[in-house]
Each structure stands twice: as C-alpha cells, then as structure tokens.
C-alpha cells in the first residue's frame, strides 16, 4: 500500500473533523442548545420547566409546578362496570390501594389558599400484578391550552414585573389575544368559584386515553371523579379562609371523623369528539353514557415532606395495560417536564440534606 501524502492526510483528518462536528451539531440542535439565528429554539423538557422557575421562583426541594400540597392514602373500590370499556385490572371487582396528592397549580409553596382558583388530584394506584395506573387531574374540566409551545408561552406571560411583584396584565392580555383556545377554561372559571375544600370538589383527568377491553374493542376515553359531598364555592369572607393553608387543615380534620369519597366516571368520546385536545370540553350529553366504575376512597392525610407522595412522580404516562395515551401533545409534554422537575427536585435535596416535598 503506497504512503498518503501529507495533504491526503490533512483531507483525511479535516473530513472525519468535519463529520465529528455535524454530529455534535446535529445532537445540539435536536436538544435545543443551538438555533438558527432568529429562529425559534427548540422547546425542550429543560426549557419548559426553567419558564416555571422564572415565573414562580426557585423553591429548592419542591416540585416545579403544584408546589404545595398534602399527600393522602385510601383504596378504591371497584364495581367491576369498567372492565366493559377497558382489561386493566384495576377495573376488575376489588379493591386497590393507592395514595394521592391534593395541590393547586403553580411554584410557590407558600401561596395563601384563597388566592388559587384550581384544585387538582394526583392519584397512584399500585394494582396486585405489579402494575401502577398514575393520574393528576384538575377541578376544571378542559386546560388553558393544546401545546406544549403554548404552555412555555404562557409562563412567559406569567413571569413577574421587577417593580410590582406580579404579572403584567399587558402582557397576559397580548397572550390570551394570541391563544384565543384559552376563553374555554377562562369562562369556566369564571362561572365557577372555586370548591370550598378539596374533597368538595370534582376533578376531570382532561386528556383522552385508549381504552381497550378484553375482547380487544378500543374507545377513546376521559375520567372524572364525582365528590359525594356537594360543591360549595369559597366564600373568602369566612374566616376559615383566612388561614393561608385552610384547605389541607380543614382535609386533615375532616379525616379525623370520617374518609371522604368521590366515584370514578369513565366518558367514552362520541363520534367526532376531540381527542388530542384538552381544550375542547365533550358535549354535555356525553354524560349519558358515562360508566360508574367504582368508589376511591381518601382516609388518611399527611404532610408532603414525609408523606407517602413525596417521592412520587405522577406521571401520567404511567399506565396499565389497557390503557394507553392518545396523540394528545401535552401528555409527553408532561411525562417529560415531571421527570425534570423530580431530577432537580431530588438533587437539590440530597445537596443540601432536606427532605423531599
């Protein structure tokens, strides 16, 4: 074999350089550390949770959204009716247990209750095969926007002016001018105070999911869970309200004489229902044909620092075999977001030797 010369060997080397570089390039790019210069980054899991941060604050130690809360235990009671709509066994009749979260949207842990106009429901459910079903829900039944893009966006609107404290209501304006999906959950909200307690309220999973049964029949599905105590809207003029943390003092007490229930509502999708949209509400007489697929039931509560929820990434991506998600973008939009929030979450505690929220 003849020796290369000096300058085929400075092609050579120049074109593997080369090529390293497009590599690198090409794995920068896809993970959003580069951009064309005026063109729009890449969102990335990373991206959409330092806008969190940079609309809430930092809170070491505590989850990047629903950052206040209070962890739960209980069991939920199946009827045996779901198994027509899906073959995972937690429909199947019996019981299994579970534990939960109740928290309001947002990254300040220390957000006074009468200032949060959403409750939300994170639940696990550990069935006997091993499996787990995890689910976090909202007390309103559709989500203030359809993409992840939007979800960044939004907390962009959200940050807080330097000289007022709070968000610029110019800027959420321009936002929601931009995103006109988002009247569905303003009008709601508006039309609906929120629920006294936590376990006054109904909440909706939002998103649809595949159901599919044991002959193999799938259908497009969304849950909600039904309160037997009757909604009642806060009133801020009692004095209860008063107490910055009302709404976990009043769940504990509650517990203290007896557990609190809700029924689990399986809706299947009609005909041209929107599924990969949590913006759009099914129509009303969905309703008719939602299935009662059994009772949960909540009877003990404790602190979030040391309760059982605490270590708990409630991922809703998370599912048992007879559930899978739809096409909606904002479910691994979500699974992704969770893990980062937890990752930091958890280092932060290990760094500094506090426990987990």
Not at 75 to 81: A, E, P, Q, V
Not at 171 to 199: G, K, Q, V
């Amino acid at each position: 074999m003849s020796r290369l010369s000096l300058s085929q060997l400075l092609v050579r080397y120049a074109f593997i350089a080369l090529t390293l570089a497009a590599c690198v390039a090409a794995f920068a790019w896809t993970a959003g550390w580069i951009h064309w210069p005026g063109a729009r980054a890449v969102l990335t899991p990373d991206r959409l949770v330092d806008a969190f941060e940079r609309s809430a604050g930092t809170h070491p130690g505590f989850r990047r959204n629903h950052a206040k809360g209070i962890c739960v235990s209980g069991y939920f009671d199946s009827n045996g009716n779901g198994t027509a709509l899906s073959r995972a066994s937690v429909f199947e009749r019996g019981r299994t247990p579970l534990v939960g979260r109740f928290s309001a949207p947002g990254g300040n842990p220390a957000e006074d209750d009468a200032d949060t106009t959403v409750r939300s429901f994170a639940l696990r459910f550990a069935m006997r095969d091993g499996e787990e079903w995890r689910t976090g829900m909202n007390s309103a039944p559709v989500f203030a926007v359809r993409t992840p893009q939007a979800v960044y966006e939004l907390q962009e609107a959200m940050e807080h002016d330097k000289h007022t404290g709070r968000p610029d209501p110019a800027r959420l304006d321009a936002f929601f001018a931009s995103h006109p999906e988002t009247s569905a959950l303003r009008d709601w909200l508006a039309a609906h105070p929120p629920a006294s307690t936590f376990y006054n309220a109904s909440y909706y999973g939002i998103d649809a999911f595949r159901f599919t049964n044991a002959s193999g029949n799938m259908r497009f599905v969304r849950w909600s869970v039904v309160p037997d105590v009757p909604y009642a809207p806060l009133d801020t003029r009692d004095p209860d309200a008063r107490d910055p943390d009302f709404l976990a003092h009043d769940l504990k007490v509650q517990l203290e004489s007896a557990p609190v229930r809700w029924h689990l509502m399986l809706t299947p999708a009609g005909a041209g229902d929107p599924v990969d949209d949590a913006t759009h509400a099914w129509p009303d007489e969905r309703e008719q044909h939602r299935v009662d697929a059994g009772t949960i039931v909540i009877e003990h509560a404790r602190s979030q620092i040391d309760g059982p929820c605490r270590d708990i990434n409630f991922d809703p991506t998370v599912l048992p075999v007879g559930i899978a998600p739809s096409d909606d973008p904002l479910l691994a939009a979500r699974a992704a977001a969770y893990a980062v929030s937890f990752d930091r979450r958890t280092s932060e505690e290990a760094h500094a030797g506090t426990k987990g929220r």
